[in-house]
C-alpha cells in the first residue's frame, strides 16, 4: 500500500480523523484516483503510522477515518550531515532524496570558505520549501515514517559549536584516518565540504574543536556522493544490530 504524508496537526486521533492537502491530495484523488470508502496508509513523519478510510474528499482536500494507526520507534543510531550548500541545486536535492531513503536524522545546509551559492533570506525560504518536498517524497517512496530535520544554513563555525553528539567526524582527502569508530546507538555528525573541499584552516579549526578527521579513500568523493557514503557506512554497520523504522 502506498504511503502518503500529512503533517501531525491535520490527524486529530482523539476524534478520529485525519484531512490532507496541497499535492498528496492531488496524487491520491488525482492520479490514483482513490473514491470515497477506499483506504489509504499516512504517517506525519514523526513516528505516526495511521491507516484510515476516506470519508469526504472535497476540490483542494480530503478527510479520512482513522481505522487503525500504531507508533513506529526511531533509529536508535542517528546521523546528521552537514552539507555546504551547491551551486548545482539538483545535485543537493539528489543527496537529500538519497540520505531520506537511507534514514538521515538531520540535513544541515552549511556555509563554508569556499562555498559558492550564497542564498539570501527570500531565496533560502523558497528552497527550504523545495527541500521540504523533496524530503517528503523520498520518505513516502522508501515508506519510511520518521521524516528528517533539515534546518537553516548554518556558518561553518557554528556548526562546530554543535553540541549533542557522541562522535563529530570531517571526511578530508588528505588524510590518512581509516572508518574504524563504533557508531551503534550513537549520535553522529559528519561535516561534509562542497566544490572544492575544505581549506587546510578550516580543517585546522575543526581538529581544534575536538573533530576528527575521516578518509573515505583514496579517489575524490563528490559532495553529495560523500554525504550519501556515510550515511551508508554507518548504516551497514549497525543494520543488524538494531530494528529501523522501515529497513528493507
Known amino acids: 500500500m ?14 478520529g480523523t485525519l484531512a490532507v492537502g496541497g499535492e498528496e491530495f492531488f496524487h491520491i484523488t488525482r492520479v ?3 473514491k470515497e470508502g477506499e483506504v489509504i496508509r499516512v504517517t506525519d513523519g514523526e513516528g505516526l503510522s495511521v491507516t484510515a478510510a476516506l470519508s469526504l474528499i ?3 482536500g480530503l478527510t479520512a477515518e482513522i481505522v487503525e494507526k500504531e507508533h513506529v520507534s526511531p533509529l536508535s543510531t542517528k ?12 545535485r543537493f536535492d539528489f543527496f537529500l532524496e538519497k540520505a531520506t531513503e ?18 539570501g533570506r527570500e531565496k533560502v525560504i523558497r528552497k527550504q520549501e523545495r527541500w521540504k518536498k523533496v524530503l517528503v517524497s ?29 562522535i563529530k567526524m570531517i571526511p578530508y582527502e588528505a588524510s590518512a584516518s581509516s572508518p574504524n569508530a563504533s557508531f551503534s546507538g550513537k549520535n553522529v555528525l559528519f561535516i561534509v565540504g562542497g566544490e572544492g573541499g575544505f581549506t587546510e584552516t578550516e580543517v585546522s579549526r575543526a581538529r581544534e574543536s ?28 549497525v543494520v543488524m544490530h538494531e530494528q529501523p523504522d522501515n529497513w528493507m
Open 2 to 15: 502506498d504511503l502518503f504524508y500529512t503533517p501531525s496537526h491535520l490527524i486529530d486521533l482523539d476524534g
Open 32 to 34: 490514483l484516483r482513490k
Open 79 to 90: 546521523v546528521t550531515i552537514a552539507m555546504s550548500l551547491l551551486k548545482s541545486s539538483q
Open 138 to 166: 523520498a520518505l513516502c517512496q522508501t515508506k519510511r515514517y520518521h521524516l528528517p530535520q533539515i534546518t537553516e544554513p548554518l556558518g561553518f563555525d557554528s556548526v562546530l559549536r554543535l553540541e549533542g553528539y557522541d
Open 210 to 237: 575536538g573533530v576528527s578527521e575521516i578518509s573515505f579513500g583514496r579517489s575524490i568523493l563528490r559532495a553529495e556522493t560523500a554525504g550519501i557514503f556515510a550515511i551508508a557506512m554507518v548504516r551497514s554497520q
Open 58 to 60: 472535497g476540490k483542494k
Open 102 to 119: 537511507l534514514g538521515v536524522a538531520r540535513i544541515i545546509p552549511m556555509i563554508t570558505e569556499r562555498t559558492v551559492s550564497l542564498p
